[in-house]
C-alpha cells in the first residue's frame, strides 16, 4: 500500500515553558466529608435543652453539669484541630513559592485564548522570568500576611492600592511601591485569570510608562487574550524604550520576537518574518560577542526555529528546512553542553521533529523517519528524569504517531499502526489523568482517525469502525463541551457583576 493515511493531524511539539504535571492544590473550601468527636460533642450540648424538659430536677441538674463539662471538652478539641489544621492557602516558604512558579509556568504554556493563528505559542522570551520576579516579591510581603491564600493577598494588595489612591492629590505621580503592588496583584492574578492579570499590568504600565519589562509583559497578556493589535503596540513600545537602555540589544530582540507572534496572530507574515530575521540578527551578534553565554545561543535556537515556521507556512520547504537545522545544531551542541537540564533536551527533541517535518515535505521520507526516531529517544530520556511530568509523556506519543505517518506514506500499514496504537495506548492514560487538557483531547482524536483509515485500507473494517467510533466519541464529547460557552459566558457576567460590588 502508498500513499499516507494520514486524516486529522495533531499539534506539534513547541519549545519554551512547558506545563506543569499537577496542579497545585489549594486549601478545602469547607469542612471534610465525616463527622468528628468535636462534632458529636456539639451535636450532643444542642440535643441538651430538649432533654432536659423530659427529665426531673435532680436529672436536669446533673445533665447541666454534665454539659458544662461537654462544652468545655468540645471547645478544647475544636482549638486543637484549627492548631493542626494546615494553613488554607497551601504550604508556605520556599515549598510554597515553588509550588506557585511551577502553576504559572503551567498557565504560561497553556495555549492562547483567542489567537488569530492556529499554531501554538512558542517561547516567551525572557517574560516568565519577570513574572516569576513579580510573584517572588509577593512571596517576601503580601503572600505570608494572607496566609499564602492567593484570594486574601490579592485583596490586601487591591486595600493598599485604594488607599494610596485616596491619599494621593489628583495629579500625583505614584510612586514605586505603586507600580510593584499592581506588579505583584497581576502576577498572583495570572495564577488563575488572564483578564485579571491583564487589568492589573496594564495599571502597572500606565503608571510606569518607560519600563520595558512592563510593555513586555502587558504584550504577552494582551496576546494571550486574543488582542492582537494592542499586543504589537506594546511590543513596539517596547523597541522603542530599548534604545540608550542598559543591555538594550537584549530587550530588543526579545521585542521583536514576541512582535513577530502578534504580527503572525493578525495574519501578518511577511511583517512577521521581517521581525524574527531583525530579532536574530541581534541575538546572533550577541552570540557572536558572548559566544559562551548559553542564553543567547538557546534564544537564537528560538528564533531560527520561528523563521522556519513562517517559510514552511509559505511553502519555502528549503529555506525552512535550513533555518531548522541551525536550530538543532544549536539545541544539540547545548543539550551536550549540559546534559543534567531538561529544558534543553525538550528543546532537542523538538527541534529534531522541525527538521523532520520539512524533510517529510520535501519527500525524503527515511531522512524524516531517522530524526522523529532522534526526538523520540530523546523524549524517552526525558521521561526518566521527570517521571510524574504528562506532558513530557505526551511527547513520546507525539513522536510515535510522527513515525506512524513516514511509515504509512512509505507503504508499511502494519508498522504504522503498531506505532499508532503504542502512541494511542500512552495517549489515552495520559488524557485520563488531566482530562481538562481539551487539546490533548483532540489529538487523541486524530489519531483515532488515523488508525481507522489504515485499517479499513487494509479491509479490517471491524477493527477499522472501533476506531473511528472511539474518535466520534471523542469529538462529539468536545462539541457538547462547547455548546456551554454561551452559559459560561452568561455565569462570567454574574461572577463580574457580584466581583465589582466589592469594589475596584
Known amino acids: 500500500m502508498t500513499g499516507k493515511a494520514r486524516g486529522l493531524t495533531r499539534r506539534s511539539k513547541r519549545g519554551g515553558p512547558t506545563p506543569v504535571a499537577a496542579a497545585e492544590r489549594c486549601g478545602p473550601i469547607g469542612l471534610g466529608g465525616g463527622m468528628d468527636a468535636a462534632g458529636l460533642l456539639l451535636g450532643a450540648v444542642a440535643l441538651a435543652p430538649k432533654a432536659m424538659s423530659w427529665l426531673g430536677r435532680e436529672q436536669a441538674i446533673a445533665l447541666a453539669v454534665a454539659v458544662a463539662a461537654l462544652l468545655v471538652l468540645a471547645g478544647v478539641l475544636l482549638y486543637r484541630q484549627r492548631r493542626q489544621r494546615p494553613p488554607r492557602g497551601g504550604p508556605a516558604g520556599d515549598d510554597g513559592i515553588r509550588r506557585l512558579k511551577e502553576r504559572l509556568r503551567r498557565r504560561l504554556a497553556e495555549p492562547a485564548e483567542l489567537s488569530a493563528d492556529a499554531a501554538a505559542p512558542g517561547p516567551m522570551l525572557g517574560a516568565g522570568e519577570v513574572f516569576e520576579a513579580d510573584l517572588e516579591a509577593a512571596a517576601k510581603g503580601v503572600l505570608p500576611e494572607a496566609g499564602w491564600r492567593r484570594g486574601a493577598a490579592r485583596h490586601l494588595l487591591r486595600k493598599r492600592i485604594n488607599g494610596h489612591s485616596v491619599s494621593q492629590a489628583p495629579n500625583a505621580t505614584a510612586n514605586g511601591s505603586d507600580v510593584a503592588q499592581w506588579r505583584q496583584l497581576g502576577a498572583l492574578a495570572l495564577l488563575d485569570d488572564t483578564h485579571d492579570a491583564l487589568t492589573a499590568y496594564t495599571r502597572a504600565a500606565e ?23 494592542a499586543a504589537e503596540s506594546a511590543f513596539r513600545r517596547q523597541l522603542d524604550l530599548a534604545n540608550g537602555k542598559d543591555g538594550g540589544e537584549a530587550i530588543r530582540y526579545r521585542a521583536g520576537a514576541m512582535l513577530g507572534d502578534a504580527l503572525i496572530a493578525k495574519g501578518a507574515h511577511e511583517d512577521a518574518l521581517a521581525a524574527y530575521e531583525a530579532a536574530l540578527k541581534e541575538v546572533l551578534a550577541l552570540v557572536e560577542r558572548e559566544p559562551a553565554s548559553p542564553r543567547w545561543r538557546r534564544d537564537a535556537s528560538v528564533l531560527h526555529d520561528r523563521v522556519g515556521d513562517v517559510r514552511l507556512g509559505d511553502g519555502q520547504i528549503d529555506l525552512a528546512l535550513a533555518s531548522f537545522e541551525k536550530s538543532l545544531e544549536i539545541a544539540a551542541a547545548l543539550a551536550q553542553g549540559d546534559s543534567a537540564n531538561p529544558g534543553l533536551r525538550h528543546d532537542l527533541s523538538v527541534a529534531h521533529d522541525r527538521v523532520g517535518e520539512a524533510l517529510e515535505l520535501k519527500g525524503d521520507l527515511d531522512a524524516a523517519l531517522k530524526c522523529y526516531r ?15 511530568r504528562l506532558d513530557w509523556r505526551w511527547d513520546i506519543s507525539a513522536s510515535l504517531d510522527r513515525i506512524g505517518d513516514v511509515q504509512a506514506a512509505r507503504g508499511k500499514p502494519d508498522k504504522a499502526l503498531a506505532s499508532y496504537r503504542k502512541g494511542l495506548e500512552m495517549a489515552e492514560v495520559l488524557a485520563e489523568r488531566d482530562p481538562l487538557r481539551l487539546e490533548w483531547q483532540r489529538d487523541l482524536a486524530a489519531t483515532c482517525h488515523k488508525i481507522g483509515l489504515l485499517e479499513a485500507q487494509c479491509g479490517r473494517d471491524a477493527e477499522a469502525r472501533e476506531a473511528l467510533e472511539q474518535g466520534r466519541t471523542i469529538v462529539a464529547r468536545l462539541a457538547r463541551i462547547a455548546r456551554y460557552q454561551a452559559q459560561w459566558r452568561a455565569d462570567l457576567s454574574k461572577f463580574d457583576a457580584a466581583l465589582r460590588t466589592l469594589g475596584p
Request: proline share 5%.
Open 374 to 388: 532522534s526526538g523520540l529517544a530523546v523524549a524517552e530520556a526525558l521521561t526518566k528524569l521527570g517521571p510524574d
Open 207 to 229: 503608571l510606569s510608562a518607560d519600563d520595558p519589562d512592563l510593555q513586555m509583559l502587558l504584550g504577552v497578556l494582551q496576546l494571550r487574550s486574543g488582542r492582537a493589535e
